[in-house]
């Protein structure tokens, strides 16, 4: 079976400050795609990153970095320097299903940051 | 861009009514998909189709049901809508590619009464 943990139900913080969104999956496919998306309050999922299982490399866009470990089936999320406007629902996910191009999403249950000014 | 269109934002439905919600997207994407969001359970995928007519349950199909006439649209219909059937709805659609995203709508609140 397929699982996406979010351990962190909600986190808050000050603004400027690092914040690190956990990850943990499971899967026993050898294929796979990890999504981060995002939910402002407008309630419409946003696309952050995504990684296939066979690219461990980590990424940097701007403010925001991923960390991929297969060893420890582990995509964490960092937002440096937080702002205001990351305030957001940030939802992690596990694309499977190869006859859909691995778009079909198993979803963790979330982590809520609040980024106070 | 990438525009999915749910046809209501809210709804409000009485027990055992009928109920439809309809999702178009406008970039011939061959996947589509719908799921239900619910506090502390995240997203969990309902149904999914990757071509016309093609239907395919997901993690929780019981309830519902789907219809994919035309490659653009794609609705959920809860035959006999329940309490249990409150939630907010998303629909998504991707093209049936690896190394891409999928699309969300912007959402449907559900409210059964």
């Known amino acids: 079976a397929q699982k996406v943990t979010q351990a962190q139900t909600e986190i808050s913080v000050v603004e400027k400050e690092d914040v690190t969104l956990d990850c943990v999956y499971e899967?026993?496919?050898?294929?796979?795609?990890l999504f981060w998306y995002k939910q402002p309050p407008s309630g419409e999922l946003v696309f952050l990153i995504r990684?296939?299982?066979?690219?461990?490399q980590n990424e940097i866009s701007g403010r925001y970095s991923w960390n991929f470990q297969k060893s420890t089936s582990s995509f964490n999320f960092t937002i440096t320097a937080s702002q205001v406007v990351d305030s957001a629902v940030y939802f992690c996910a596990l694309g499977a299903g190869m006859n859909t191009g691995f778009q079909k999403l198993v979803f963790g249950t979330g982590t809520r940051l609040l980024v106070s000014p | 861009d990438v525009k999915v269109t749910q046809s209501s934002r809210y709804l409000v439905k009485r027990t055992g009514e009928k109920v439809f919600l309809e999702c178009v997207q406008d970039m011939d994407h061959e996947n589509m998909f719908w799921y239900r969001q619910d506090p502390g359970l995240g997203l969990r995928l309902i149904y999914f189709s990757y071509d016309v007519k093609m239907k395919e349950k997901g993690d929780i199909p019981e309830g519902y049901s789907v219809s994919r006439e035309k490659k653009e649209r794609f609705s959920l219909i809860l035959e006999s809508a329940s309490t249990n059937q409150t939630s907010m709805y998303l629909c998504?659609?991707?093209?049936?590619?690896?190394?891409?995203?999928?699309?969300f709508g912007q959402g449907t609140r559900l409210t059964v009464v």
């Open positions: 998504a659609s991707s093209v049936m590619t690896e190394n891409t995203e999928a699309f």
């Open positions: 990684r296939n299982s066979f690219d461990e």
């Open positions: 899967t026993r496919d050898t294929t796979y795609y």
